[in-house]
């Protein structure tokens, strides 16, 4: 029972990831795309390959997060408030 809590937890934070990005993308290059300061695709290749290498070459704020910012509860029952936590996107977003 608990390790298809884990295996849930990690598709509905994927899933979130995956539906966050594009909305993340659009607020990163949109003062430079209507400034012109850039050209759409290249703002696009920027934010691309940036948030690709911010996942990978820090982990400084969730380690911070994790060393007791908020004491999480362990086991069964942290599993399940994580998933009851996390948002449902709507249909039109």
Known sequence: MEFALVIAVVVIALAFDYTNGFHDAANAIATSVSTRALTPRVALLMAAVMNFL????????ASTVGK???S???GHHGLVIVVDASPVPSPGT
């Not at 911010?54 to 704020?61: H, N, P």
């Open 72 to 74: 999480a509860p362990s």
């Open 68 to 70: 007791g910012i908020i």
């Open 54 to 61: 911010g996942a990978f070459l820090g982990t400084e704020v």
